[in-house]
């Protein structure tokens, strides 16, 4: 079984300050890991992801994320907030082996001017 | 290139109704996905279709049937709508490793 944590509903950031949003994970095998946003009434768009290699995965819109196979975590950073971060973010993981993907709840960013 | 594309985008049924929701993908991908998002639930996964002609159950299958129509196309059937089944409906497709999302369909059962 596969399943992802998200330990924050919300998180609450002051534009142009660092941005972490918290992720655990529980695969069986090698883990495939994904975070995503969601704005408002839109479908979930893609950021970044976790297949092998270097730990510190780059993303888009400035986002990265580092892998820690120790912890079992992948958290979502970003060095300078902007208000235009504000949106729904899932972090989601697969083990290696499977088609499907589990989601976290999702975490409530905003970002305040 | 429309990517994942899904319609209707707002439906409103009486308990009982049926329904077909439509997805198509346009990225020449094997695999594509149905999931319900519920607030505080994440999303969970309907159905999927690992490569044209095969369907399996996800996490809630009950109350949906699919039908992978070709590799395009992978249709979400609600026989007898239930208030239990007022989401938000997305499709997803993918080819490997991330999925890639269509817009969503709004599903209100009165």
């Known amino acids: 079984a596969q399943s992802v944590a998200q330990p924050e509903d919300q998180v609450n950031v002051a534009e142009g300050n660092p941005l972490t949003v918290k992720c655990t994970y529980s695969?069986?095998?090698?883990?495939?890991l994904f975070w995503y946003v969601q704005y408002p009434n839109r479908g979930l768009q893609f950021l970044l992801k976790y297949i092998t290699g270097d730990n510190l995965v780059k993303g888009s819109y400035g986002f990265e994320a580092e892998f820690n196979k120790s912890q079992t975590s992948f958290h979502l950073k970003k060095p300078s907030a902007l208000v235009s971060d504000s949106a729904l973010y899932f972090c989601?993981?697969?083990?290696?082996?499977?088609?499907?993907?589990?989601f976290g709840a999702g975490t409530t960013v905003t970002v305040r001017a | 290139n429309a990517g994942v594309t899904q319609t209707p985008k707002f439906q409103v049924l009486k308990t009982g109704q049926s329904m077909t929701l439509q997805c198509a993908q346009d990225?020449?991908?094997?695999?594509m996905y149905w999931y319900r998002q519920d607030p505080g639930m994440g999303l969970r996964l309907i159905y999927y279709?690992?490569?044209?002609?095969?369907?399996d159950k996800g996490e809630v299958p009950n109350g949906y049937n699919v039908s992978r129509l070709n590799k395009r196309e992978f249709s979400l059937r609600l026989e007898s709508a239930a208030p239990s089944q007022t989401s938000v409906y997305f499709c997803?497709?993918?080819?490997?490793?991330?999925?890639?999302f269509g817009p969503g369909t709004r599903l209100t059962v009165t």
């Open positions: 279709s690992a490569s044209e002609g095969t369907t």
């Open positions: 695969v069986s095998g090698n883990p495939y």
């Open positions: 997803a497709s993918s080819d490997g490793a991330e999925q890639y």
């Open positions: 990225m020449n991908h094997n695999s």
């Open positions: 989601a993981v697969r083990d290696m082996g499977d088609y499907k993907l589990s």
